[in-house]
């Protein structure tokens, strides 16, 4: 490889890392956004007692749809939980899972340790670069 297309390559990287940043910033800026508005259009139209606004010709409106549900599992719970999946003949939502980052960490140290990796766990080493910015 030459100098030059080396020095290009890493000219390409620190600008796409750059704009990469730059769109995660504005992502959450807009998501941001958006969840304030959704709540300033939900109180509005709750306290007026409406389920959407004026149609607006070169806009649309917005309207009020079914809530949707969010769930967070209580841990000390989770015995319950499965029983009552169970009882309703719903244990088909009953998954024994791994943190897929934590089981790469794991593999990291088996690795690292010289220790063998069991066939039950595929893995594969993708290569990685790291800009180091000057200073």
């Not at 769109?23 to 304030?36: E, S, Y």
């Not at 169970?86 to 998954?95: F, G, Q, Y």
């Amino acid at each position: 490889m030459t100098i030059d297309r080396e020095r290009e390559l890493v000219e390409q990287y620190a600008q796409a890392w750059a704009d990469l940043a730059d769109l995660k910033k504005r992502k959450a800026a807009a998501q941001n956004t958006v969840d304030r508005l959704r709540y300033e259009i939900v109180e509005l139209l709750t306290s007026e007692e409406k389920t959407a606004t004026a149609k607006y010709d070169d806009l649309g409106y917005i309207g009020l749809t079914k809530p949707k549900v969010r769930v967070n599992q209580d841990k000390t719970q989770q015995e319950s939980l499965f029983e009552f999946l169970e009882t309703s003949n719903r244990a088909d939502l009953i998954k024994p899972t791994v943190n897929s980052s934590s089981l790469a960490t794991f593999v990291t140290e088996l690795l690292e340790a010289g220790d063998p990796v069991p066939m039950c766990i595929p893995y594969v080493l993708q290569p990685d670069v790291k800009l180091y910015k000057a200073k």
